[in-house]
């Protein structure tokens, strides 16, 4: 039945009964590409009945459907043209791992942060009625993106201008309501019927001119309602509330579709999914199976990857250091936006149950909460994302900075991430942490210099980032034995001639290599904040070219860091800087990324050589 379907008028072109069978053939294709090739799992098995329902009821991508995040896009993407690509998703020259407007016109929103569906389609409506287009926006949100308050101003928002929108909470952790029942189900089916919308236009009419009647019209429906469907809440918020309904009965969500489409004003649909629907395993390990390598798809084994006590992540670097230092100081606690797993907190939770704050998916609110412990006398540790950290600049000045507070950020996903691609890349950090007063900015080139300035950073009375890179270290085994770092003391690697390798951060197998065949200087920076201006003013001046080397932005980093106090000291010295360019890298193994933008040895030779040509 799918390969009939290239776009979704081929969709809609079947019968509703067909339907059924379209979803097992997309379930199937999604199964079969993801146990191939890896990629973001069970949520999308969770959103298919969801995503052929919509496809068939709209006339996308007339029609504006959003999907929030996008890692529930997949199915979506395989029924808009992209059937026979789906296996290069998140590969190098393949498709994006999120929806992509440069990548289809049925993307109507580039995404990779959470909780942004709303306000986004909430802007296309406003758009088409500016214009006098009569089109549908239509957000699909998960539970999780909901506990964002930015969720909750594009609601309010919404309503107050009474805007033409369907908002569909898909609740695939059935964090609302777990009543999917026949009297639930008939109330939605009677509440999205043609004849009670009729009603309730026919008396918004009647009562027009008695506006206390109104009023008690309306507060009667509501309270009537919330007696028996878990919707008030968006109901006081001005929304028509639908559900909650069964999110893997395709049919009944056409009916449903059909019959609320038509409504001219904000409209609320509860979808209650499963992530994982229809294989076990992610059923049973929906966390385990959100995003997976290549798997065995008949016994749903992940091959787990070798370890050894050599090879730890950075990642488990700082887990590893954050249960160890919160044995040695009970003032310590851990502050996550929900990435529990993904930043390494999965053992501390365990341990340390009641000094482990994970404040769901609410950056702003991770950072002030910490800053509020802080003046208490606490020691927070916050783990975040750099991508994910860019959403709380304001908290970092104003109530982290402004008031000098001892909070350690624990930045994880530094410099280029691979596959996530540009949403998820961390390339600025340097550049907006750097320019805010009282802040200290570390970068470990191993594993072991990083649990030593996590150390180092807790110890300080001021808020102070730690930022490291996604994946594994280079093979050096962490000393137990906590040892601080003097602050702003940079570290000679090796002695060379003529050129000096300034390294910040985490390339440095890459910057060994060029160092030996250029018999290059190279020294460890390890400070972006406060810079060692003692050792820049030495090697100023016994050598002629000072190359930084950073995998952050080159606008504003670290490299701008050094030019600003070389011009300051009036050295003569040249200056080369190398690090991400004004660009945005799509998704590929993060070797690639670098080669692609000279971040290689190879490129790195090339470009100083170049330079030292062009300024003979």
Known sequence: MLEQINFPEDLRALDKEQLPAVCDDLRAKLLETVSDIGGHFAAGLGTIELTVALHYVFNTPDDRLVWDVGHQAYGHKILTGRRDEIGSIRQKDGLAPFPHREESEYDAFGVGHSSTSISAALGMALAAKQRGIEREAIAVIGDGAMTAGMAYEALNHAADLDANMLVVLNDNEMSISPNVGGLSKYLTRLLSSRFYSNMRKSSKKVLSNTPMMKRFARRAEEHTKGMLLPGTLFE????????????????????????????????????????????????????????????????????????????LSYTEVFGEWLCDMAAEDERLVAITPAMREGSGLV??????????????????????????????????????????????????????????????????????????????????????????????????????????????????????????????????????????????????????????????????????????????????????????????????????????????????????????????????????????????????????????????????????????????
Do not use: W
Request: net charge negative; glycine share 8%; proline share 5%.
């Open 236 to 311: 006081e918020m001005g929304f028509i509330y639908f559900g909650p309904i069964d999110g893997h009965d395709v049919l009944e969500l056409v009916k449903i579709l059909e019959n609320i489409k038509d409504l001219k004003e904000p409209k609320f649909l509860h979808v209650v999914t499963q992530k994982g629907k229809g294989y076990p395993p992610a059923e049973d390990d929906p966390c385990g199976y959100h995003a997976v390598p290549v798997f065995d798809l008949n016994t749903g084994v992940i091959p787990k990857k070798e370890s050894q006590p050599s090879s």
């Open 347 to 616: 053992e501390f939770s365990k341990q340390y149950p009641d000094r482990y704050y994970d404040v769901a998916i609410a950056e702003q609110h991770a950072v002030t909460l910490a800053a509020g412990m802080a003046c208490e006398g606490l020691k927070p540790v916050v783990a975040i994302y750099s991508t994910f950290l860019q959403r709380a600049y304001d908290q970092l000045i104003h109530d982290t900075a402004l008031q000098n507070l001892p909070i350690v950020f624990a930045i994880d996903r530094a410099g280029l991430v691979g596959a996530d691609g540009a949403t998820h890349s961390g390339n600025y950090d340097y550049s907006y942490l750097r320019c805010i007063p009282n802040m200290i900015i570390m970068a470990p080139v191993d594993e072991n210099e990083c649990r030593q300035m996590l150390y180092t950073a807790f110890l300080q009375d001021s808020p102070t980032a730690v930022r490291y890179p996604r994946g594994k270290g280079v093979g050096i085994i962490p000393e137990k034995q906590f040892k601080a770092l003097e602050i702003g003391k940079a570290k000679r690697i090796q002695q060379g001639k003529r050129i000096a390798i300034l390294l910040f951060g985490s390339l440095l197998n890459t910057a060994t290599v060029v160092a030996d065949k250029l018999g290059a200087s190279l020294i460890n920076m390890r400070f972006i904040k406060p810079l060692d201006n003692t050792l820049l003013t030495e090697i100023s001046k016994d050598h002629d070219l000072l190359v930084t080397l950073e995998d952050n932005a080159v606008q504003g980093g670290a490299g701008s860091a050094v030019n600003e106090f070389l011009l300051k000291t009036k050295a003569t010295v040249k200056i080369l800087n190398l690090g991400i360019p004004d660009l945005y890298l799509e998704h590929a193994e993060r070797e690639d990324q670098l080669a692609s933008i000279g971040l290689d040895s190879e490129g790195i030779i090339q470009s100083i050589q170049q330079f030292l040509l062009t300024r003979k």
